[in-house]
Nanobody
């Protein structure tokens, strides 16, 4: 089992920045993918960034050049640095972990609102 706890959401003006954190605990050595998803009201959950062990990071086209995912193994924490935020980035952001042979774990979500 893996437990994930997100933090760092909030209200920010367009053009601003936020950093989300996801602290992992439990069977973390089994994890091979850590990702951030978001879900806007009335929309499907979408993956915005992922970091794959041994393979690096990948991003949704909508956030490339603005968001950066990183991992601090010493703290068992994954971050999502979000810059140049836009109103369309508004949503609940969820941390996700994947471990073989297909176990998926989710955090409780943190709200990000981009509005003036």
């Amino acid at each position: 089992q893996v437990q994930l706890v997100e933090s760092g959401g909030g209200l920010v003006q367009p053009g601003g920045s936020l950093r989300l954190s996801c602290a992992a605990s439990g069977s973390i050595n089994s994890i091979n993918v850590m990702a951030w998803y978001r879900q806007a009201p009335g929309m499907q959950r979408e993956r915005v960034a992922a970091i794959v062990s041994g393979s690096g990071a990948n991003y949704a086209d909508s956030v490339k050049g603005r968001f950066t995912i990183s991992r601090d193994n010493a703290k068992n924490t994954v971050y999502l640095q979000m810059n140049s935020l836009k109103p369309e980035d508004t949503g609940v952001y969820y941390c996700n972990a994947v471990a073989p042979p297909g176990y998926r774990y989710w955090g409780q979500g943190t709200q990000v609102t981009v509005s003036s």
